[in-house]
């Protein structure tokens, strides 16, 4: 989440808008959808545990979750890394 009271050069100075996923924006849409792919395949588990039919395979649905939960970290990381930034800067009080 990017101040806008700041003038867009000390931003791009350290470095938060070179890169697209290190937007504070893009990091929080990463994490809903990895949380929807989550869910979607905690379902899906849960439709094969009970004995529904489902024509999904069970290994394949838990690498899915290792995969969502992973990329919902990266992206906590990430968002942590630029709030640190500000406020170790003192750009944020």
Same mark, same amino acid.
């Given at each position: ?16 808008? $070179?890169?697209?996923?290190?937007n504070?924006? @893009? #990091? /929080?849409?990463?994490?809903?959808t990895n949380?929807? +792919? ?20 069970? $290994? ?6 290792? @995969? #969502? /939960? ?7 990381? +990430? ?8 406020y170790?800067?003192?750009m944020?009080?």
């Open positions: 989440m990017e101040p806008t009271a700041y003038d867009g050069s000390i931003l791009g100075m350290l470095a938060i808008d $070179s890169d697209p996923f290190r504070g924006t @893009d #990091c /929080c849409c990463i994490v809903h949380a929807g +792919r989550y869910k979607q395949a905690l379902n899906e588990l849960n439709a094969i545990n009970r004995g529904w039919f489902s024509d999904s395979e069970p $290994s394949i649905l838990m690498e899915e979750l290792e @995969d #969502c /939960c992973r990329n919902i970290l990266r992206a906590g990381y +990430r968002m942590a890394e630029i709030s640190a930034k500000l170790v800067l003192g944020v009080g």
